[in-house]
């Protein structure tokens, strides 16, 4: 007799943690399996490539702080992703809501005059308002006038990105950069300390941590939280319970957009200490911040962890350049295929697929 | 003779298991050819699972499904239309924008190349329609039909693709009592010209009405298949159920008090902007249940809507007590102590991910005791869903089991305990025991006339006419979104219910 190969597909009534970790973790090395042909076609054995990564990256103190440096601004943005997420508002607009953070703390720096010790607070409560300035109007737009927030929030990108460029070629060009587009250096007080010998600026870092912390309170234990997950889970049962789109949309806008500003003075006290071109400010950790709370599933304590692992493939990034001479773009097509497989994975949750073999 | 050859169809030992479920337990069902067979139980007694599987839409664990004498694999509906099976499925499989004749041959390999040919479509809809009375545009898109003539469309989409065996899974749950008796004349003329009829129900009057024979199923199992000349409406209850069950509910007399909601030349729209209720007035009071009666969507889930603050009224007003309520929000409808049992308890009723727990406290996270300032109070939640549990019967591991692993039963236990824990004035109460087993109906039913005793007003809004008929006080019948009339519930007559259902005023009307 002939037996053929069957397969039958059930919907899955719970999903355990553990399955959603060994989903995740399978989503990840599909992608280290599709991003090794490209290594391949550059003529690099990725098992080298990837050995090559994690050694660079984690290996040294030198990579682990280059390692843990990326995952902050992932890790502000990422936390505050979550939160829009989960609430049903898909925030593609961190990479601009993080400029705007930057613009508004440069701002601060360099043309308000507060005395040293008010100065880097001020910066980061200007940051946080023009980030969530940024993120409220395409929220604004969607609660009134019904605009789709994935356009909006991608168009609004582009926006803050000519208006940096703009800045620094013109009103704000710095007349000690000798031509070069930034703006001048930041004063002294106006610079986050960093972890001796490192580009660690430590602040921020902790100020994400808190954050995570923070946030994953106001899910589970608030009123607001419980208005947020109702509304994400089921939007008719929100309506039905009275619970205000308006102002949940609002303020998971004003979080989310507004700790990817954090996440921008981060990168320019911390980091640059002038205001200088958009590539150079983020290198797309707005976007890169979608996958990673994504992969830590909407929750915000998740986020240290998966953005400590973006952390990692971004250093590696700096590895494969100087090490093997190839494009840091891999690294965008590495990240997009993770969030390609991560997606396509959730069938998987959703569904059990069990295998037979039929007579 | 071969014992299976007067079979149409012949199910051996079928077995569908879910997850923490045996949907299908062994079940044996043999269908004799151009019979009614009905499938009869209560819901999640297994008989839509059953026939999924027979139209190809599960694969069954183990069993054989048998036709013609020959084993067959019901691998999809493709499958099950190329064997001549068709299903005319509860909730319809219509695109609404595209015409009847476009539904009709969606899916199938019509006209030459890319191109269609709908004059020949046309010409055999049209034959097909005039054998068996099933007149209809084929033109006409199908947002644009009744239900009931949106149901025929089904019937003739499974007869343009010439099928032996028709499913009809609970056809009559949407129709006027004037429509389903158009459909057991169609359904009783498609089986003089030959076809089987399989007819899904949990209605024990369908039952002996249409059917030659019928199989109840309990609990996944096939207690009993019955001539139904040999068998009576008590029987059938008995083997659906496995115990005797009582027909009348028990209602008190009617003791009217003061006016608790008076609703003035109301008018509203619709979801797609057309005017869903037009100049709506009636007055209610407390310790009464005002059903309305009406054929689905001619504006009683509007009506529903505006009432408990979640739709614009654009004309009109609502007095609750003395007070203007017109347009409030949802929050303040609730605050004002109006309870909603919603219509579709699982799409607005529920957060199906959310714990029990939390889904008792949707409406009042935000009151006293649950929360403080902005921090929700566990200890408090967990009592009062220790409380809800206890008192209701909500049959579930514990209060943290998310809310979609329960049964239909449990949901609306659930949604009933919210909503009505806080004593409303007003509950607006739809379809509140739509899907649900005889038991639950009973014990929603039960919970319903207790708030009448108490002095609730309830506006009871329903599809199931009989649920309407036995539950109601007044009867309020409503079409195209306006009121044809509002009857005494004691001296109502079914037939002038499902007249006035269809469009025809009441005359004698008193308000």
């Known amino acids: ?359 | 003779m071969d014992n299976s050859e007067g079979y149409a169809i012949e199910l051996r030992g079928i077995v569908k298991r879910f997850p923490g479920v045996v949907a299908n337990d062994g079940i044996d069902l043999k269908v004799h050819r151009g019979e009614i067979h009905c499938l009869l139980g209560e819901n999640g007694a297994g008989k839509t699972t059953l026939m999924r599987i027979l139209y190809g839409l599960y694969r069954p664990d183990e069993g054989e499904i048998i036709l013609n004498g020959q084993s067959v694999q019901m691998t999809s509906p493709r499958a099950a239309l190329n064997n001549h099976i068709g299903m005319v499925h509860q909730h319809f499989r219509l695109v609404p924008t595209l015409s009847v004749e476009e539904n009709i041959v969606l899916g199938l390999d019509e006209g030459t190349g890319p191109f269609m040919n709908f004059h020949k479509t046309r010409q055999k809809i049209s034959a097909i329609a005039g054998e068996y009375g099933l007149s209809i545009d084929p033109q006409a898109k199908i947002w644009q039909l009744s239900v009931g003539q949106q149901q025929r469309v089904e019937i003739l989409k499974a007869l343009y693709r010439e099928v032996d065996i028709l499913i009809m899974d609970e056809p009559t749950s949407v129709l006027t009592p004037q429509e389903v008796s158009q459909l057991f004349t169609t359904l009783r003329t498609l089986v003089d010209d030959g076809l089987t009829i399989i007819f899904i129900t949990h209605k024990l009057d369908e039952v002996i009405q249409v059917s030659n024979r019928v199989t109840v199923l309990r609990k996944g199992k096939a207690v009993s298949t019955l001539s139904t000349a040999e068998t009576d409406k008590p029987g059938l209850a008995r083997l659906m159920v496995g115990r005797e069950v009582v027909f009348q509910l028990e209602k008190s007399p009617l003791k009217r008090r003061e006016k608790l909601l008076e609703v003035n030349g109301l008018y509203a729209l619709s979801d797609r902007k057309l005017p869903a209720l037009r100049g709506v007035s009636f007055d209610l009071f407390g310790g009464e249940i005002l059903g309305v009666a009406g054929v689905s969507g001619n504006g009683q889930y509007e009506l529903a809507e505006v009432l408990t603050g979640l739709r614009k009224s654009t004309k009109g007003r609502i007095l609750l007590g003395k007070k203007e309520v017109t347009n409030c929000s949802a929050r303040k409808m609730y605050d004002l102590k109006v309870a909603h049992i919603p219509a579709e308890r699982i799409r607005m009723g529920i957060v199906p991910a959310l714990s029990i727990r939390e889904n008792l406290i949707l409406k009042k996270y935000r009151h006293h005791p649950f929360s403080h300032r902005e921090f929700l109070d566990n200890k408090e939640i967990e009592e009062n869903a220790h409380r809800a549990m206890s008192d209701y019967q909500i049959a579930a591991p514990s209060c943290e089991t998310p809310a979609k692993l329960l049964s239909g039963g449990n949901i609306q236990k659930v949604v009933l305990a919210r909503e009505l824990s806080e004593n409303p004035n007003l509950i607006v109460a739809v379809h509140p025991t739509y899907g649900l087993d005889i038991g639950a109906t009973e014990q929603v039913r039960q919970v319903l006339l207790i708030q009448r005793e108490r002095g609730a007003a309830t506006l009871l809004i329903s599809e199931d006419l009989e649920e309407i008929m036995t539950m109601s006080d007044r009867i309020l019948v409503i079409f195209k979104g306006e009121v044809m009339g509002i009857l005494d519930a004691e001296s109502a007559d079914i037939e002038e219910i499902g007249l006035m259902m269809a469009g025809t005023r009441h005359k004698g009307e008193q308000l």
């Open chain 1, 1 to 359: 007799m002939k037996s053929r190969l069957g397969f039958k597909v059930e919907k899955r009534a719970i999903v355990s943690g553990s399955l959603v970790f060994f989903v995740s973790l399978f989503a990840i090395f599909a992608a280290l399996v599709v991003a090794g042909i490209f290594f391949r076609i550059y003529g690099v054995s990725p098992i080298h490539a990837y050995q090559l990564i994690l050694k660079g990256a984690l290996g040294n103190k030198f990579g682990l702080a280059e390692t843990v440096r990326r995952a902050i601004p992932l890790l502000l943005c990422g936390v505050g992703l979550t939160i829009a997420f989960r609430a049903l508002f898909w925030n593609i607009g961190a990479e601009g809501q993080l400029l705007m953070g930057a613009v508004a703390a440069a701002g601060v720096a360099l043309f308000s005059g507060l005395p040293g010790p008010l100065l880097l607070p001020a910066m980061f409560i200007g940051g946080f308002l023009g980030g969530a300035a940024w993120g409220l109007i395409p929220a604004i737009l969607k609660v009134m006038l019904g605009l789709n927030d994935v356009i909006t929030t991608l168009m609004m990108n582009y926006i803050a990105i000519y208006f940096v460029e703009w800045l620094i070629h013109g009103p704000w060009k710095g007349p000690t950069a000798r031509g070069f587009a930034y703006t001048d250096t930041f004063p002294r007080a106006a610079w986050l300390p960093t972890l001796y010998g490192t580009r660690i600026h430590w602040p921020t870092l902790v100020l994400g941590l808190v954050l995570a912390v923070v946030m994953y309170i106001l899910v589970n234990r608030t009123r607001s939280g419980f208005e947020i997950r109702v509304i994400g889970e089921n939007p008719d049962a929100a309506r039905f319970a009275g619970i205000s789109r308006f102002k949940t949309t609002l303020l998971v806008m004003l979080i989310s957009g507004g700790f990817a500003g954090l996440a921008g003075v981060g990168e320019i006290a911390g980091i640059h200490l002038r205001l200088l071109g958009p590539t150079h400010i983020s290198m797309g950790y707005g976007y890169t911040a979608i996958i990673v709370a994504w992969l830590a599933r909407r929750n915000p304590l998740a986020v240290i962890v998966t953005s400590l692992l973006f952390g990692v493939i971004m250093a590696g990034g700096d590895v494969i350049k100087v090490s093997l001479g190839l494009p840091f773009q891999l690294i965008n097509v590495f990240n997009g295929l993770i969030l390609f497989f991560l997606i396509g994975s959730e069938i998987f949750l959703r569904y059990k697929i069990s295998f037979f073999l039929r007579r």
